[in-house]
């Protein structure tokens, strides 16, 4: 085995989040992206972590990686569960209830996290847990698998922030982008000064709002509780 995904700790990444699309795009080569990269996974002995539906790449994806003996949890909101199919033959399928208790389930779970083509959906849930490394919140690989070019711009983008002084070199850095899959888990190692941001992994995203004091007559509510 050569290189692995790895965990911020150095240890093998032993799940693997996977964003993509609910929809499997207009190319058969996403489809084809999608099984490959499951292949590559499996054969690193990966598992997965995804959003929990059957359609789209989805589906795909899952299916490639159970068919090839991996174990896959997903990840769906009840309110999901038609609107998405939710994939009936998983290892684990962890309901929750919301969209957000979806992703902290998600990430909380996994060791490393992989786009694929997708939509509104895909980007989000990518570029938050990009945004967590930045706050350092966890140092768990991030990147893109480039099919076809489909991240092409996006990545033209990034490197504008870049350029325009909103985001750093470094912490781009932290985001691979590669169109091939092996060479993309092997470029998700541990990213120089990554350790440094491993370690609290604490966030409790689908915590209740605290109540605020606004120092009002009628409000009793404590700062601190
Ligand atoms: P899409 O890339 O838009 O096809 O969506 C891919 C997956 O992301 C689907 O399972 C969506 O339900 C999910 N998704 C969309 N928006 C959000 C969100 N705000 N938080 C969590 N998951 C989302």
Redesign the pocket.
């Known amino acids: 085995m050569s290189e692995v995904a790895r965990a911020s700790n150095g240890t093998r990444a032993r799940r693997v989040c996977v ?5 499997a795009g207009n190319r058969p080569a996403y489809t084809e992206a999608a099984r490959a990269l499951a292949r590559e996974l499996a054969a690193r002995g990966c598992d997965l972590v995804y ?1 929990g ?1 059957s359609v ?1 790449l ?1 589906g795909v994806v899952a299916d490639a990686m159970l068919a090839a003996g991996r174990e896959v949890i997903g990840v769906l909101p009840s309110a ?1 569960f038609q609107r ?1 199919v939710a994939h009936r033959g998983l290892t684990r399928l962890v309901e929750v209830d919301s ?2 208790a ?2 902290a389930a998600m990430a909380e779970l996994s060791d490393a996290f992989i786009a694929l083509p ?8 990518i570029f938050e847990v990009l945004t967590w490394t930045q706050l350092g919140l966890h140092a768990k690989p991030c990147g893109l698998l480039d099919v076809e070019g489909y991240f092409g711009h996006l990545g033209e983008f990034l490197s504008h922030t870049v350029a325009e002084g909103f985001v750093s070199r470094r912490n781009l850095e932290h985001l691979a982008i590669d169109a091939d899959p092996s060479r993309l888990l092997d470029a998700m190692t541990t990213r120089e000064g990554a350790a440094d941001l491993a370690v609290a992994w604490t966030m409790r995203y689908g915590a209740p709002p605290r109540p605020v004091d606004q120092g009002g007559p009628g409000d009793r509510s404590s700062p601190s509780g």
């Not at 964003?19 to 929809?23: A, E, H, Q, T, V």
């Not at 997708?118 to 849930?125: D, H, I, R, W």
């Open positions: 964003y993509c699309g609910s929809r959003g539906a789209g989805m999901l998405e969209m957000h979806r992703k997708g939509g509104f959906g895909t980007l989000e849930e």
